[in-house]
């Protein structure tokens, strides 16, 4: 059974950084795509970042790109989220998911999600 688990959220002044982690468990090869969104109250979900985990390649999207970088350990099957320069307006709860494809930032298709982890920032 495919798990995904965030941590690494939290609250931090404007300026600053955190660095979210997505551990993946479950699963036996890497021909997917491994996403972050994020959701803020009232607002549409949007997708900040994805990455093939087969081939490592990155997409952003434009609020935060430059300011954010996904990477991986392939032998820890964790994915980073790193961001910095962070703004109030980047406050959110964080998501990671899985897809069989991503459109530059966004998943295509169902796969498996996490239940988030909260990013505050003052």
């Known amino acids: 059974q495919v798990q995904l688990v965030e941590s690494g959220g939290g609250s931090v002044e404007a300026g600053g950084s955190l660095t979210p982690s997505c551990a993946a468990s479950?699963?036996?090869?890497?021909?997917?795509?491994l996403g972050w969104a994020r959701q803020i109250p009232g607002k549409e979900e949007e997708g900040v970042a994805t990455?093939?985990?087969?081939?490592?390649?990155?997409y952003y999207s434009k609020t935060v790109k430059g300011r954010f970088t996904v990477s991986q350990d392939d032998s820890e099957s964790v994915v980073y989220l790193q961001m910095n320069d962070l703004t109030p307006d980047d406050t959110a709860m964080y998501y990671c998911?899985?897809?069989?494809?991503?459109?530059?930032?966004?998943?295509?298709?169902?796969?498996?999600r996490g239940r988030g982890t909260q990013v505050t920032v003052s």
């Open positions: 998911a899985t897809a069989p494809s991503c459109d530059g930032s966004k998943l295509l298709g169902r796969g498996a």
């Open positions: 990455i093939w985990r087969a081939s490592g390649t990155r």
């Open positions: 479950g699963y036996t090869h890497t021909r997917y795509c």
